[in-house]
T-cell receptor
């Protein structure tokens, strides 16, 4: 069983550029969530994907977008990068809700992608 | 809107002393609460969930709905407990998890 893997681990981009971050979810997990963690802050929810559709979104502008693929891997895209987008971007996966009795799970996190915008 | 507050950014405790990391939340319904931990150079990982009523690595946390708190406790701190701890809330089972800003626990020898 593999955990959550993210790529790349580090990235430097220039203001105004676009970036794509990638995530492979843990085996058996089909829900993927993306978080932004600025220095000294807790992770902030960006959005969640379930069955290839967005299933909830945090307070982030539309230039933050995502995709989930049939194999449950996911991408986070950020357009028109701003200096404040510099942060650690975390991907987390969790199992699907099962049947009428929803099972509560925590998330399994990846190690993150450190994005620096200059 | 739901919110998670961890009032201490840094908590220093001597080895062998009791530990209490505070967490308060604001949500009018029945939330699910979690504690996550991040050890140095490791990824964020789930420590415990209130729904499981479990003790992990000697840590426990009780949900107090009257005080809207979910404090993390351990009777005797160990040096390996030094880490960043995040309290987190989910307002229902298929919703996002919201994190507090975290408390850095430093165990003094």
């Amino acid at each position: 069983e593999t955990g959550v893997t993210q790529s790349p681990t580090h990235l430097i981009k220039t203001r105004g550029q676009q970036v794509t971050l990638r995530c492979s979810s843990q085996s058996g997990h089909n829900t993927v969530s993306w978080y932004q963690q600025a220095l000294g802050q807790g992770p902030q929810f960006i959005f969640q994907y379930y069955r290839e559709e967005e299933n909830g979104r945090g307070n982030f502008p539309p230039r933050f977008s995502g995709l989930q693929f049939p194999n449950y891997s996911s991408e986070l895209n950020v357009n028109a990068l701003e200096l404040d987008d510099s942060a650690l971007y975390l991907c987390a996966s969790s199992p699907a809700i099962q049947g009428l009795r929803a099972i509560s799970y925590g998330y399994t996190f990846g190690s993150g992608t450190r994005l620096t915008v200059v | 809107a739901q919110r998670v507050t961890q009032p201490e950014k840094l908590l220093s405790v001597f080895k062998g002393a009791p530990v209490e990391l505070k967490c308060n939340y604001s949500y009018s319904g029945s939330p699910e609460l979690f504690w996550y931990v991040q050890y140095s150079r490791q990824r964020l990982q789930l420590l415990l969930r209130h729904i499981s009523r479990e003790s992990i690595k000697g840590f426990t946390a009780d949900l107090n709905k009257g005080e809207t708190s979910f404090h993390l406790k351990k009777p005797f701190a160990q040096e390996e407990d030094s880490a960043m701890y995040y309290c987190a809330l989910k307002k229902n089972r298929d919703d996002k998890i919201i994190f507090g800003k975290g408390t850095r626990l430093h165990i003094l020898p």
